[in-house]
């Protein structure tokens, strides 16, 4: 499989702990996004990087959460001190820029359980 | 502010009826939409997009900026179109923080 990669599938943590998720986009993709969607909801804008930039991070990311890509290639998301509120399925999409109607992909997702 | 709307949580047909999915929209300048499906254990992925006005699996869209609406529309319903249905927004910036509704189940019964 060659689309968007993203590990673990499911987490399941106690409130408190500190979880990390991995994303690993399309090889040759340089832009990476991280969303976010809860039950019933739509997906949520996180955050962004264009190759290992940071270009833009929601306010919906509080201070507990920090993104890397570090080498413009793989993300990780980290959330430390884990809430229940952060129970949520956790998106990373890449993306191509430069192209005529720059297209969006999805990875499967990391379903977040904080008990 | 920047909101999509998609007023039903479920749309529930019969094979071969018209479907339309409705998506409305609240912004202020001249946005791109897109519709994106979720099948049963597949993940999210684009079906179509506005300035692209293209025909997807039979699918149709059109932004009527009068009524702020992108509705998505299919003739004949097929049961493989079963999914999860989102319209999304881009609002103007050169990259995809889209704004997506919360989305439409629909179900086509045999």
């Known amino acids: 499989d060659t689309g968007v990669s993203q590990n673990p599938r499911h987490k399941i943590t106690k409130r408190g702990q500190n979880v990390t998720f991995r994303c690993d986009p399309i090889s040759e993709h340089n832009r990476l996004y991280w969303y976010r969607q809860t039950l019933g909801q739509g997906p949520e804008f996180l955050t962004y990087?264009?190759?290992?930039?940071?270009?833009?991070k929601s306010r919906l990311l509080s201070d507990r959460f920090s993104a890397e890509r570090p080498k413009g290639s793989f993300s990780t998301l980290e959330i430390q001190r884990t809430e229940q509120g952060d129970s949520a399925m956790y998106l990373c999409a890449s993306s191509l820029a430069g192209q005529l109607n720059e297209k969006l992909f999805f990875g499967s997702g990391t379903q977040l359980s904080v008990l | 502010a920047q909101r999509v709307t998609q007023p039903e949580k479920l749309l529930s047909v019969f094979k071969g009826a018209p479907v339309e999915l409705k998506c409305n929209y609240s912004y202020s300048g001249s946005p791109e939409l897109f519709w994106y499906v979720q099948y049963s254990r597949q993940r999210l992925q684009l079906l179509l997009r506005h300035i692209s006005r293209e025909s997807i699996k039979g699918f149709t869209a059109d932004l009527n900026k009068g009524e702020t609406s992108f509705h998505l529309k299919k003739p004949f319903a097929q049961e493989e179109d079963s999914a999860m249905y989102y319209c999304a927004l881009l609002p103007s910036g050169g990259y995809n923080k889209l704004i997506f509704g919360a989305g439409t189940r629909l179900a086509v019964h045999p």
């Open positions: 990087f264009q190759n290992e930039a940071q270009l833009e």
